[in-house]
Every structure is written in C-alpha cells, then in structure tokens.
C-alpha cells in the first residue's frame, strides 16, 4: 500500500466508507487497538494520516508522529487534538464544519419545547395514574418571549431559521460575530449580562475554551430570571453541573434541558439526574443516520485530497498551508 492512515476511534458501525475511499488511492486503513496514548502511538506513529473521533491526540501523541500529513477530526470541535504542537510540526488539521447542524437545531429546539412546555413531568404524572396538570403551574405562551442564543455561528443560525413561526424576540451574545450577520437573522446582539438578564430561554451553542469552560454558575443563574429555561446542546463544560442543581433546586430558574453533562458519568447519585425540572438526553444531539454517513464520508475525503496533494476544503490551521 502506498499510504497508510490510522483511525484513533470512532462511533460508526463499520468503517466501510472510509476503507472504500481510501482504497482508491492505494490505503491501508488501520485501527487503534485503544483510545490512550500508547496505543495510538503505536498505530500511528508511521501513518500518513489520522482519523480521529473522541480520543486525546495529546502533543506526545502528536510529537510521535513521523510522516502525518494531516489530522481530520470526525465533528466540529478540535479541543481533543493539541492545535499548537499539530501546526508546529506542520501537520494539517481538519473538521467537517457542516456537520449535524439540521439534527443539533432539531434537538435543540425539541429540548426548548419540551423543558418549557414541561412535557417529560406531564408525561410522568400520566403515567403514574393522574390526569392533572395543575401540579405543573405555571406554563407560559411561548409567543413573545425573549430566547437568548449564546454564540451565533451555524447551528444557532439555522435554530432561529426554524423557530420563526414562534415569534421570539430573539438576542445573542457573541463578541465574534458582526451586527450585519446577526441583523440577516434579524438578531440583536447585546452583551452576556444582558442575555442573562433578559432572556427567558437560553439555548447555549458555544465551544469550549478556556474562556467559556465554566460560563455558567452559581453568579450567572442569579441573574437569569426565575421562570427561565437553559438549554444546552454544545458542551457540558460550559456550564457548572453542581451549580446548575442548586439553582434549579432553589428555584433561580425554571428547568434545563440537556444534551451534555460537566460530568458525563452519569449514575444515581449525580446532582443533575434526580431533578424533576430536568431533562437530560445522552449526548444524542449529533445523532441521525444520515448525518454519521456525511460524516464518514466528508472526513476521509478530507485525507484523500491531502495525500494526493490537494487542498483541503476545511482546514482548521490554515498557515500550516502557507509553509
């Protein structure tokens, strides 16, 4: 075989897209016998390419690497692989931009009505043998509320394109992005506290980075209104789990509705699982099968053009190219 590329890990439930791509220029697929260092070093310390999922490409595991060309992230975020040691060794790094944004705008969106239209407590009551709401007052119209979006790039763009016929006020908090983009939306952009304040929905789509980890605490619930809802379908990191449950219990807001967890090892005894006011899905957002097989298939083909000395079409590290 002429190239060799080594898959990290993944979630898929075979690699045949990839081993069919890769077939067509000539390479050998291989599989890491585990996700910790050693063992994706000792798979890839030869390869030509990465495919990566979930697993830490820390800078050992990086600095290892011989003959890598370039790392193609199966998702979005790169906060597993060390950017910094990748560009210094000039190693390229990619993401699949596009990916699950109908299904995380969906999700998050069905997270939005469910947390504020307290379906999963009704359903609950129901099925416990009482056919009463009255337990669950109050609900408010959804009709003129303010939803508050916490980063405004694709996903949030495409949420506020399906929540239209609601008739939100909608604002966001995003110091990335201009006031011609948020007004094409038809978008106020305001400052966090304000969002805090003045938001009776927040849905949260931002990354995690060592200025958002931990955006959301016991400071930041106090100033949401009491009858406010958060939603969250980005990172758990963002938000403080254990302050999260206390504001909840103490009544500073309303319910939550989540996707990811500060800490997704989830059993009986995590502060977030017993909450009635909570509802909490198992990092699905991401998840349609159409969406796994874009994925699959917009990730290798990402290798394939690096390795027969093309340009990638996202580039994550773009002055790795100029080099």
Known sequence: MKFKVAVTDYVFPDLETEKRELKKINAELIESAGSDEENIIEAA?????????YAELTPRVIESLKKCQIIARYGIGVNNVSMPTATKKGIIVTNVPDYCIEEVSDHALTLILASCRKLCQLNKTVKNGKWDFKDYRPIYRLKGQTLGIVSFG???????EKVRAYKFNIIAYDPYVDEE???KYSVKLVEFEELLKESDIITIHAPLTKETKGMFGSEQFKKMKDSAHLINTARGGLIKDNDLAQALKEGEIAGAGLDVLEDENVNSHHPLVN???????PHSAFYSEEA???????AVQEVVRVLTGEKPKSCVNPEVLKK
């Open 154 to 160: 694709k996903i949030p763009r495409r949420l506020v």
């Open 292 to 298: 796994l097989k874009d994925l699959q298939y917009k």
């Open 181 to 183: 983009v948020a007004a």
């Open 275 to 281: 909450l009635e006011n909570v509802i909490i899905t």
């Open 45 to 53: 310390k030869d390869a030509d390419a990465i495919l990566n999922c």
